[in-house]
Protein backbone atom coordinates (compact mmCIF):
# COMPACT_ATOMS: atom_id res chain seq x y z
CA UNK A 1 0.00 0.00 0.00
CA UNK A 2 2.66 2.41 1.08
CA UNK A 3 4.50 1.73 -2.39
CA UNK A 4 1.45 2.48 -4.61
CA UNK A 5 1.11 5.50 -2.73
CA UNK A 6 5.15 6.69 -3.51
CA UNK A 7 4.35 5.43 -7.05
CA UNK A 8 1.26 7.60 -7.09
CA UNK A 9 2.92 10.44 -6.04
CA UNK A 10 6.02 10.32 -8.39
CA UNK A 11 3.59 9.83 -11.13
CA UNK A 12 1.92 13.20 -10.16
CA UNK A 13 5.95 15.20 -10.01
CA UNK A 14 6.22 15.71 -13.73
CA UNK A 15 8.98 17.86 -12.64
CA UNK A 16 11.03 14.64 -12.88
CA UNK A 17 12.41 14.41 -16.40
CA UNK A 18 13.11 18.06 -16.27
CA UNK A 19 15.64 17.38 -13.36
CA UNK A 20 17.02 14.69 -14.74
CA UNK A 21 17.58 17.00 -17.69
CA UNK A 22 18.56 19.96 -16.03
CA UNK A 23 21.36 18.43 -13.39
CA UNK A 24 24.28 17.41 -15.23
CA UNK A 25 23.58 20.67 -17.15
CA UNK A 26 23.87 23.17 -14.48
CA UNK A 27 26.64 20.81 -13.00
CA UNK A 28 28.70 20.81 -16.06
CA UNK A 29 28.77 25.00 -15.51
CA UNK A 30 29.65 24.99 -12.28
CA UNK A 31 32.50 22.98 -12.97
CA UNK A 32 33.51 25.63 -14.79
CA UNK A 33 34.29 26.95 -11.65
CA UNK A 34 36.55 24.81 -10.07
CA UNK A 35 40.31 25.07 -10.35
CA UNK A 36 41.48 23.13 -12.79
CA UNK A 37 44.29 21.58 -11.10
CA UNK A 38 41.88 20.14 -8.39
CA UNK A 39 41.46 16.95 -10.35
CA UNK A 40 40.45 14.61 -7.04
CA UNK A 41 37.25 17.14 -6.46
CA UNK A 42 36.43 17.26 -10.36
CA UNK A 43 36.18 13.94 -11.18
CA UNK A 44 34.31 13.09 -7.13
CA UNK A 45 31.97 16.17 -8.20
CA UNK A 46 31.26 14.51 -11.66
CA UNK A 47 30.66 10.92 -10.29
CA UNK A 48 28.19 12.11 -7.64
CA UNK A 49 26.14 14.27 -9.88
CA UNK A 50 25.74 11.23 -11.83
CA UNK A 51 25.03 8.77 -9.14
CA UNK A 52 22.57 11.43 -8.13
CA UNK A 53 20.52 12.08 -11.40
CA UNK A 54 20.61 8.42 -11.52
CA UNK A 55 18.58 8.66 -8.47
CA UNK A 56 16.06 10.88 -10.57
CA UNK A 57 15.48 8.41 -13.06
CA UNK A 58 14.95 5.70 -11.25
CA UNK A 59 11.58 6.37 -9.56
CA UNK A 60 10.51 7.14 -13.77
CA UNK A 61 11.51 2.95 -14.11
CA UNK A 62 9.97 1.76 -10.70
CA UNK A 63 6.62 4.10 -10.86
CA UNK A 64 5.82 3.75 -14.73
CA UNK A 65 2.40 2.37 -15.22
CA UNK A 66 3.22 -0.93 -17.69
CA UNK A 67 -0.43 -0.91 -18.41
CA UNK A 68 -0.79 2.07 -20.03
CA UNK A 69 0.19 3.82 -23.66
CA UNK A 70 0.10 7.44 -22.56
CA UNK A 71 2.94 9.57 -21.85
CA UNK A 72 4.18 10.09 -18.13
CA UNK A 73 5.85 11.81 -15.98
CA UNK A 74 4.90 14.84 -18.75
CA UNK A 75 5.98 18.61 -18.28
CA UNK A 76 4.76 21.29 -20.37
CA UNK A 77 5.39 24.78 -20.77
CA UNK A 78 4.93 27.39 -23.53
CA UNK A 79 8.45 28.33 -24.76
CA UNK A 80 7.71 30.25 -28.38
CA UNK A 81 4.12 30.78 -28.19
CA UNK A 82 4.49 32.62 -31.74
CA UNK A 83 5.91 29.20 -33.39
CA UNK A 84 3.75 26.75 -31.32
CA UNK A 85 6.59 25.57 -29.52
CA UNK A 86 6.75 24.37 -25.78
CA UNK A 87 9.30 22.48 -23.54
CA UNK A 88 7.37 19.20 -23.81
CA UNK A 89 8.81 16.38 -22.02
CA UNK A 90 7.33 12.60 -21.18
CA UNK A 91 8.53 9.33 -21.57
CA UNK A 92 6.60 6.13 -22.43
CA UNK A 93 7.36 2.63 -21.97
CA UNK A 94 9.91 2.56 -24.73
CA UNK A 95 11.81 5.69 -24.03
CA UNK A 96 11.98 5.57 -20.20
CA UNK A 97 14.38 2.30 -20.32
CA UNK A 98 16.67 4.64 -22.57
CA UNK A 99 16.35 7.21 -19.87
CA UNK A 100 17.37 4.75 -17.50
CA UNK A 101 20.28 3.29 -19.71
CA UNK A 102 21.55 6.85 -20.18
CA UNK A 103 22.04 7.54 -16.71
CA UNK A 104 23.51 4.25 -15.95
CA UNK A 105 25.81 4.78 -18.48
CA UNK A 106 27.15 8.72 -17.58
CA UNK A 107 28.35 6.86 -13.88
CA UNK A 108 30.23 4.16 -16.05
CA UNK A 109 32.14 6.95 -18.52
CA UNK A 110 33.39 8.86 -15.16
CA UNK A 111 34.42 5.66 -13.13
CA UNK A 112 36.02 4.20 -16.36
CA UNK A 113 38.39 7.67 -17.14
CA UNK A 114 39.31 8.36 -13.86
CA UNK A 115 42.67 7.61 -14.23
CA UNK A 116 42.83 7.18 -17.99
CA UNK A 117 42.05 10.88 -18.79
CA UNK A 118 45.01 13.23 -17.94
CA UNK A 119 44.80 16.27 -20.07
CA UNK A 120 41.87 18.78 -19.53
CA UNK A 121 40.64 16.82 -16.84
CA UNK A 122 37.73 19.47 -16.19
CA UNK A 123 36.98 20.27 -20.13
CA UNK A 124 36.07 16.02 -20.00
CA UNK A 125 33.96 16.07 -17.36
CA UNK A 126 31.81 18.69 -18.34
CA UNK A 127 31.56 17.47 -21.99
CA UNK A 128 30.24 13.84 -20.09
CA UNK A 129 28.09 16.00 -18.18
CA UNK A 130 26.34 17.94 -21.10
CA UNK A 131 26.34 14.62 -23.10
CA UNK A 132 24.04 13.15 -20.86
CA UNK A 133 21.51 15.73 -20.29
CA UNK A 134 21.01 15.71 -23.90
CA UNK A 135 21.06 12.17 -23.79
CA UNK A 136 18.06 12.23 -21.62
CA UNK A 137 16.83 15.41 -23.33
CA UNK A 138 16.55 13.26 -27.03
CA UNK A 139 14.49 10.29 -25.37
CA UNK A 140 12.04 12.80 -23.38
CA UNK A 141 11.21 15.14 -25.57
CA UNK A 142 7.51 15.29 -27.12
CA UNK A 143 8.18 19.11 -28.82
CA UNK A 144 10.09 18.16 -32.64
CA UNK A 145 11.80 21.42 -32.03
CA UNK A 146 13.01 20.32 -29.00
CA UNK A 147 13.61 17.16 -29.75
CA UNK A 148 16.05 18.43 -32.77
CA UNK A 149 17.87 20.66 -29.81
CA UNK A 150 18.98 17.69 -27.88
CA UNK A 151 19.84 16.01 -30.49
CA UNK A 152 21.76 18.26 -31.97
CA UNK A 153 23.03 19.64 -29.08
CA UNK A 154 24.98 15.78 -28.66
CA UNK A 155 27.16 16.52 -31.36
CA UNK A 156 29.70 19.30 -30.38
CA UNK A 157 30.37 17.15 -27.22
CA UNK A 158 30.84 14.19 -28.81
CA UNK A 159 32.76 15.87 -31.17
CA UNK A 160 35.05 17.49 -28.56
CA UNK A 161 35.39 14.13 -26.98
CA UNK A 162 37.25 12.46 -30.26
CA UNK A 163 39.02 15.61 -31.49
CA UNK A 164 40.41 16.38 -28.18
CA UNK A 165 41.31 12.80 -26.06
CA UNK A 166 40.73 10.59 -29.01
CA UNK A 167 43.72 8.66 -30.45
CA UNK A 168 46.40 9.22 -33.34
CA UNK A 169 44.05 10.20 -36.21
CA UNK A 170 41.20 11.27 -33.83
CA UNK A 171 41.02 14.79 -36.02
CA UNK A 172 39.94 13.05 -38.77
CA UNK A 173 37.57 10.99 -36.89
CA UNK A 174 35.95 13.54 -35.37
CA UNK A 175 35.67 15.54 -38.51
CA UNK A 176 33.71 12.65 -40.46
CA UNK A 177 31.27 11.74 -37.92
CA UNK A 178 30.59 15.96 -37.49
CA UNK A 179 30.27 16.33 -41.05
CA UNK A 180 27.92 12.96 -41.62
CA UNK A 181 25.89 13.46 -38.48
CA UNK A 182 24.99 16.92 -39.35
CA UNK A 183 24.45 16.33 -43.43
CA UNK A 184 21.73 14.41 -42.34
CA UNK A 185 20.33 16.20 -39.18
CA UNK A 186 19.92 19.38 -42.09
CA UNK A 187 17.48 16.94 -44.27
CA UNK A 188 15.81 16.28 -41.04
CA UNK A 189 15.18 19.74 -39.98
CA UNK A 190 13.82 20.28 -43.47
CA UNK A 191 11.31 17.25 -42.92
CA UNK A 192 10.38 19.01 -39.61
CA UNK A 193 9.92 22.68 -41.27
CA UNK A 194 7.82 21.08 -43.41
CA UNK A 195 5.44 19.03 -40.87
CA UNK A 196 5.19 22.53 -39.13
CA UNK A 197 4.11 24.08 -41.97
CA UNK A 198 1.50 21.92 -43.17
CA UNK A 199 0.00 20.99 -39.46
CA UNK A 200 1.23 24.06 -37.90
CA UNK A 201 2.45 22.01 -34.57
CA UNK A 202 5.16 20.89 -33.35
CA UNK A 203 3.60 18.49 -30.85
CA UNK A 204 4.64 14.80 -31.56
CA UNK A 205 1.92 13.40 -29.48
CA UNK A 206 -0.46 15.04 -31.75
CA UNK A 207 1.29 14.50 -34.72
CA UNK A 208 1.17 10.54 -34.38
CA UNK A 209 -2.79 10.86 -34.66
CA UNK A 210 -2.08 13.22 -37.81
CA UNK A 211 -2.64 11.06 -41.14
CA UNK A 212 -0.57 12.87 -43.69
CA UNK A 213 -0.91 12.85 -47.59
CA UNK A 214 0.98 9.37 -48.83
CA UNK A 215 3.55 11.47 -51.08
CA UNK A 216 4.24 13.72 -48.36
CA UNK A 217 4.92 10.71 -46.16
CA UNK A 218 7.51 9.36 -48.61
CA UNK A 219 9.29 12.71 -48.98
CA UNK A 220 9.16 12.88 -45.10
CA UNK A 221 10.02 9.57 -44.19
CA UNK A 222 13.47 9.77 -46.68
CA UNK A 223 14.06 13.18 -45.11
CA UNK A 224 14.01 11.33 -41.29
CA UNK A 225 15.66 8.50 -42.67
CA UNK A 226 19.27 10.59 -43.69
CA UNK A 227 19.65 11.33 -39.86
CA UNK A 228 18.66 8.17 -38.57
CA UNK A 229 20.28 5.64 -40.85
CA UNK A 230 23.54 7.79 -40.67
CA UNK A 231 23.06 7.77 -36.34
CA UNK A 232 22.26 3.47 -36.44
CA UNK A 233 24.32 3.59 -38.42
CA UNK A 234 22.66 1.45 -41.35
CA UNK A 235 24.54 0.27 -44.32
CA UNK A 236 25.74 2.14 -46.77
CA UNK A 237 26.41 5.30 -44.54
CA UNK A 238 28.26 3.44 -41.49
CA UNK A 239 31.53 4.33 -42.76
CA UNK A 240 32.35 7.08 -40.42
CA UNK A 241 31.08 4.48 -36.90
CA UNK A 242 34.52 2.63 -37.07
CA UNK A 243 36.81 5.24 -37.45
CA UNK A 244 34.99 7.16 -34.68
CA UNK A 245 35.24 4.12 -32.50
CA UNK A 246 38.43 3.39 -32.61
CA UNK A 247 39.80 7.02 -32.42
CA UNK A 248 37.40 7.88 -29.43
CA UNK A 249 38.79 7.60 -25.76
CA UNK A 250 36.77 4.58 -23.50
CA UNK A 251 33.92 6.97 -22.11
CA UNK A 252 33.07 8.11 -26.15
CA UNK A 253 33.26 4.85 -27.27
CA UNK A 254 31.02 3.65 -24.40
CA UNK A 255 28.89 6.53 -25.05
CA UNK A 256 28.35 5.97 -29.02
CA UNK A 257 27.98 2.16 -28.68
CA UNK A 258 25.07 2.12 -25.90
CA UNK A 259 23.62 5.28 -26.75
CA UNK A 260 24.01 7.87 -29.84
CA UNK A 261 23.70 4.99 -32.58
CA UNK A 262 20.46 3.68 -30.56
CA UNK A 263 19.17 7.34 -30.94
CA UNK A 264 18.40 6.66 -34.46
CA UNK A 265 16.37 3.37 -34.42
CA UNK A 266 14.74 5.50 -31.80
CA UNK A 267 13.67 7.75 -34.35
CA UNK A 268 12.25 5.20 -36.64
CA UNK A 269 10.19 4.26 -33.57
CA UNK A 270 9.34 8.00 -32.73
CA UNK A 271 8.79 9.52 -36.08
CA UNK A 272 9.01 7.49 -39.03
CA UNK A 273 6.49 4.90 -38.00
CA UNK A 274 3.82 6.42 -35.93
CA UNK A 275 3.94 9.95 -38.53
CA UNK A 276 4.38 8.16 -41.42
CA UNK A 277 3.14 5.17 -41.02
CA UNK A 278 1.23 4.32 -44.99
CA UNK A 279 5.52 5.33 -46.01
CA UNK A 280 6.94 2.58 -43.35
CA UNK A 281 4.77 0.21 -44.83
CA UNK A 282 5.69 0.43 -47.81
CA UNK A 283 9.17 0.91 -47.38
CA UNK A 284 9.57 -1.71 -44.82
CA UNK A 285 10.80 -4.36 -47.53
CA UNK A 286 13.94 -2.02 -48.31
CA UNK A 287 14.57 -1.38 -44.76
CA UNK A 288 14.44 -4.96 -44.52
CA UNK A 289 17.20 -5.22 -47.18
CA UNK A 290 19.04 -2.90 -45.75
CA UNK A 291 19.12 -4.39 -42.40
CA UNK A 292 19.77 -7.85 -43.52
CA UNK A 293 22.70 -7.03 -45.76
CA UNK A 294 24.50 -4.83 -42.58
CA UNK A 295 23.85 -8.05 -40.74
CA UNK A 296 25.68 -10.15 -42.84
CA UNK A 297 28.18 -7.49 -43.91
CA UNK A 298 29.17 -6.19 -40.47
CA UNK A 299 30.15 -9.72 -39.26
CA UNK A 300 31.98 -10.38 -42.10
CA UNK A 301 34.32 -7.65 -42.30
CA UNK A 302 34.89 -8.35 -38.68
CA UNK A 303 36.40 -11.38 -39.71
CA UNK A 304 39.35 -8.92 -40.98
CA UNK A 305 40.35 -6.81 -38.63
CA UNK A 306 43.07 -6.77 -36.14
CA UNK A 307 42.38 -3.92 -33.89
CA UNK A 308 40.14 -4.94 -31.09
CA UNK A 309 38.50 -2.00 -31.47
CA UNK A 310 37.82 -1.75 -34.86
CA UNK A 311 36.30 -5.15 -34.61
CA UNK A 312 33.71 -4.44 -31.97
CA UNK A 313 32.77 -1.35 -33.63
CA UNK A 314 31.69 -3.17 -37.11
CA UNK A 315 30.20 -5.94 -35.04
CA UNK A 316 27.97 -3.22 -33.76
CA UNK A 317 26.73 -2.51 -37.88
CA UNK A 318 25.79 -6.05 -37.80
CA UNK A 319 24.15 -6.47 -34.52
CA UNK A 320 21.87 -3.18 -35.43
CA UNK A 321 21.02 -4.26 -38.14
CA UNK A 322 19.27 -6.56 -36.14
CA UNK A 323 17.43 -3.95 -34.52
CA UNK A 324 16.17 -2.34 -37.80
CA UNK A 325 14.92 -5.64 -38.39
CA UNK A 326 13.11 -6.10 -36.02
CA UNK A 327 11.79 -2.50 -36.22
CA UNK A 328 11.03 -2.91 -39.51
CA UNK A 329 9.34 -6.51 -39.65
CA UNK A 330 6.30 -4.08 -38.30
CA UNK A 331 5.02 -6.86 -36.20
CA UNK A 332 4.83 -7.30 -32.00
CA UNK A 333 7.82 -10.40 -31.44
CA UNK A 334 10.13 -8.34 -34.12
CA UNK A 335 9.79 -4.94 -32.70
CA UNK A 336 9.73 -5.78 -29.31
CA UNK A 337 13.43 -7.98 -29.58
CA UNK A 338 14.55 -4.67 -31.94
CA UNK A 339 13.77 -2.36 -28.70
CA UNK A 340 14.87 -5.25 -26.08
CA UNK A 341 18.12 -5.60 -28.41
CA UNK A 342 18.89 -1.68 -28.79
CA UNK A 343 18.95 -1.94 -24.92
CA UNK A 344 21.11 -5.63 -25.15
CA UNK A 345 23.54 -3.57 -27.11
CA UNK A 346 24.33 -0.77 -25.16
CA UNK A 347 24.86 -3.10 -22.20
CA UNK A 348 26.88 -5.74 -23.98
CA UNK A 349 29.00 -3.25 -26.70
CA UNK A 350 29.24 -1.00 -23.77
CA UNK A 351 30.97 -3.72 -21.95
CA UNK A 352 32.97 -4.78 -24.33
CA UNK A 353 34.77 -0.91 -25.04
CA UNK A 354 35.17 -0.65 -21.31
CA UNK A 355 36.46 -3.83 -21.06
CA UNK A 356 39.14 -2.93 -23.81
CA UNK A 357 39.62 0.45 -22.68
CA UNK A 358 40.75 -1.34 -19.17
CA UNK A 359 43.36 -3.42 -21.07
CA UNK A 360 44.29 -0.61 -23.58
CA UNK A 361 45.31 1.55 -19.93
CA UNK A 362 47.96 -0.95 -19.48
CA UNK A 363 49.48 -2.40 -22.23
CA UNK A 364 48.89 0.77 -24.82
CA UNK A 365 47.78 -1.64 -27.49
CA UNK A 366 44.73 -2.28 -29.27
CA UNK A 367 46.36 -4.85 -31.77
CA UNK A 368 45.39 -8.19 -31.15
CA UNK A 369 48.54 -9.97 -32.20
CA UNK A 370 49.43 -8.36 -29.51
CA UNK A 371 47.58 -9.88 -27.24
CA UNK A 372 47.55 -13.77 -26.34
CA UNK A 373 47.55 -16.21 -23.10
CA UNK A 374 45.63 -13.05 -21.44
CA UNK A 375 43.23 -15.21 -18.74
CA UNK A 376 46.48 -16.62 -17.05
CA UNK A 377 47.44 -12.87 -16.76
CA UNK A 378 44.19 -11.26 -16.18
CA UNK A 379 41.81 -14.50 -14.81
CA UNK A 380 38.99 -11.86 -13.45
CA UNK A 381 39.17 -9.21 -16.67
CA UNK A 382 39.13 -12.74 -18.73
CA UNK A 383 36.28 -13.82 -16.67
CA UNK A 384 33.92 -11.05 -16.89
CA UNK A 385 35.03 -10.57 -20.89
CA UNK A 386 34.32 -14.36 -21.57
CA UNK A 387 30.73 -13.37 -20.04
CA UNK A 388 30.29 -10.39 -22.72
CA UNK A 389 31.34 -12.46 -25.17
CA UNK A 390 28.90 -14.90 -24.55
CA UNK A 391 26.21 -12.53 -24.64
CA UNK A 392 27.03 -10.76 -27.87
CA UNK A 393 27.13 -14.24 -29.58
CA UNK A 394 23.39 -15.00 -28.31
CA UNK A 395 23.97 -17.61 -25.17
CA UNK A 396 20.48 -18.56 -23.80
CA UNK A 397 20.26 -17.08 -20.56
CA UNK A 398 22.48 -13.98 -21.36
CA UNK A 399 20.47 -10.96 -22.99
CA UNK A 400 21.74 -11.11 -26.34
CA UNK A 401 19.82 -14.53 -26.97
CA UNK A 402 16.37 -13.16 -25.92
CA UNK A 403 16.44 -10.15 -28.54
CA UNK A 404 17.77 -11.86 -31.48
CA UNK A 405 15.39 -14.70 -30.73
CA UNK A 406 12.78 -12.09 -31.18
CA UNK A 407 13.84 -10.44 -33.92
CA UNK A 408 14.79 -13.68 -36.15
CA UNK A 409 10.71 -14.76 -34.84
CA UNK A 410 9.78 -11.48 -36.37
CA UNK A 411 11.58 -11.36 -38.88
CA UNK A 412 11.27 -14.72 -40.77
CA UNK A 413 7.19 -13.49 -39.89
CA UNK A 414 7.34 -11.00 -41.75
CA UNK A 415 9.95 -12.11 -44.22
CA UNK A 416 11.12 -16.12 -44.92
CA UNK A 417 13.95 -15.37 -46.72
CA UNK A 418 15.17 -12.00 -44.34
CA UNK A 419 14.90 -14.73 -41.04
CA UNK A 420 16.87 -17.57 -42.50
CA UNK A 421 19.34 -14.82 -43.94
CA UNK A 422 19.58 -13.26 -40.73
CA UNK A 423 20.40 -16.34 -38.61
CA UNK A 424 23.40 -16.73 -40.37
CA UNK A 425 24.56 -13.17 -38.80
CA UNK A 426 24.68 -15.19 -35.39
CA UNK A 427 26.61 -17.84 -36.77
CA UNK A 428 29.23 -15.28 -38.02
CA UNK A 429 29.20 -13.51 -35.16
CA UNK A 430 30.17 -16.44 -33.17
CA UNK A 431 32.86 -16.94 -35.42
CA UNK A 432 34.35 -13.89 -35.23
CA UNK A 433 33.49 -13.33 -31.02
CA UNK A 434 35.07 -17.07 -30.27
CA UNK A 435 37.80 -16.45 -32.55
CA UNK A 436 39.13 -13.01 -31.13
CA UNK A 437 38.54 -14.48 -27.36
CA UNK A 438 40.69 -17.16 -28.42
CA UNK A 439 43.41 -15.27 -29.93
CA UNK A 440 43.35 -12.68 -27.01
CA UNK A 441 43.06 -14.54 -23.99
CA UNK A 442 44.48 -18.14 -24.74
CA UNK A 443 47.72 -19.40 -26.70
CA UNK A 444 51.14 -18.70 -25.34
CA UNK A 445 51.39 -15.60 -23.17
CA UNK A 446 52.34 -12.64 -25.38
CA UNK A 447 55.76 -10.84 -23.82
CA UNK A 448 54.34 -7.60 -24.67
CA UNK A 449 51.26 -8.39 -21.87
CA UNK A 450 53.18 -10.22 -19.69
CA UNK A 451 53.14 -8.94 -16.12
CA UNK A 452 50.00 -7.04 -16.36
CA UNK A 453 47.80 -6.44 -13.40
CA UNK A 454 43.93 -7.91 -13.26
CA UNK A 455 41.31 -5.57 -12.95
CA UNK A 456 41.33 -3.44 -9.83
CA UNK A 457 38.11 -2.77 -7.72
CA UNK A 458 36.82 0.15 -9.35
CA UNK A 459 36.98 -1.17 -12.42
CA UNK A 460 34.88 -4.56 -11.26
CA UNK A 461 32.62 -2.37 -9.93
CA UNK A 462 32.34 -0.39 -13.19
CA UNK A 463 31.66 -3.84 -14.69
CA UNK A 464 29.79 -5.32 -12.55
CA UNK A 465 26.08 -3.28 -13.38
CA UNK A 466 26.68 -4.54 -16.77
CA UNK A 467 27.02 -8.01 -15.84
CA UNK A 468 24.20 -7.97 -13.68
CA UNK A 469 21.72 -6.90 -16.57
CA UNK A 470 23.17 -9.54 -19.10
CA UNK A 471 21.78 -11.97 -16.79
CA UNK A 472 18.73 -10.00 -15.47
CA UNK A 473 17.33 -9.64 -18.80
CA UNK A 474 18.51 -13.08 -19.94
CA UNK A 475 16.63 -14.74 -17.29
CA UNK A 476 13.77 -12.28 -16.86
CA UNK A 477 13.26 -10.52 -19.96
CA UNK A 478 9.49 -9.49 -19.08
CA UNK A 479 10.66 -7.13 -16.50
CA UNK A 480 11.42 -5.15 -19.80
CA UNK A 481 9.55 -6.15 -22.17
CA UNK A 482 6.59 -6.03 -20.10
CA UNK A 483 7.48 -2.06 -20.07
CA UNK A 484 7.12 -1.72 -23.92
CA UNK A 485 4.18 -4.09 -24.46
CA UNK A 486 1.43 -1.27 -24.30
CA UNK A 487 3.64 1.28 -26.87
CA UNK A 488 4.36 -1.42 -29.16
CA UNK A 489 0.62 -2.51 -29.23
CA UNK A 490 -0.35 1.17 -29.61
CA UNK A 491 2.46 1.39 -32.32
CA UNK A 492 0.86 -1.36 -34.53
CA UNK A 493 -2.43 -0.29 -34.23
CA UNK A 494 -1.47 3.14 -36.11
CA UNK A 495 0.25 1.35 -38.75
CA UNK A 496 -2.94 -0.78 -39.27
CA UNK A 497 -5.13 2.20 -39.51
CA UNK A 498 -6.19 2.43 -35.94
CA UNK A 499 -7.08 5.14 -33.53
CA UNK A 500 -3.71 6.04 -31.85
CA UNK A 501 -4.90 8.79 -30.36
CA UNK A 502 -7.26 7.13 -27.94
CA UNK A 503 -4.35 4.52 -27.11
CA UNK A 504 -2.28 7.38 -26.45
CA UNK A 505 -4.74 8.96 -23.77
CA UNK A 506 -6.37 6.00 -22.55
CA UNK A 507 -5.17 3.19 -20.07
CA UNK A 508 -4.93 -0.62 -21.80
CA UNK A 509 -6.50 -3.09 -19.92
Same mark, same amino acid.
Given at each position: ??????????????????????????????????????????????????????????????????????????????????????????????????????????????????????????????????????????????????????????????????????????????????????????????????????????????????????????????????????????????????????????????????????????????????? +??? /? $??????????????? *? &?? %? =????????????????????????????????????????????????????????????????????????????????????????? +??? /? $??????????????? *? &?? %? =???????????????????????????????????????????????????????????????????????????????????????????????????
Amino acid at each position: MNDAVVCQVSLEQSYLLTEAILLPVVAALVMLFINKERQSVIKWFALIVTIANAGIVVPLFTCFDKSSAHMQFVARYDWIKAWQISYYVGVDGISVLFVLLSAIVAILCVTVSWTSVKDKVKEFYIAILLIEGAMIGVFSALDMFLFYMFWEAMLIPMYLLIGIWGGPNRLYAAVKFFLYTLTGSVLMLLGVITIYLTTGTFDMVRLMSTQLPLNMQMVLFWAFFAAFAVKVPMFPVHTWLPDAHTEAPTAGSVILAAILIKMGAYGFLRFSLPM +FPD /A $SQSMATVMIALSVIA *I &IY %G =GIICLSQKDLKRLIAYSSVSHMGFVTLGIFSLNMQGMEGGILQMINHGVITGALFLCVGMVYERSHTRQISDYGGLADVMPVFAAFFMV +FTF /A $SIGLPATNGFVGEFL *I &IV %G =GFTANKTAGILSATGVIIGAVYMLWLYQKVFYTGVNEKIAGLSDVNLREVITLVPLLILVFWIGVYPSAFTGFMDASVTALLVKLKGGDMHALLTHTLK
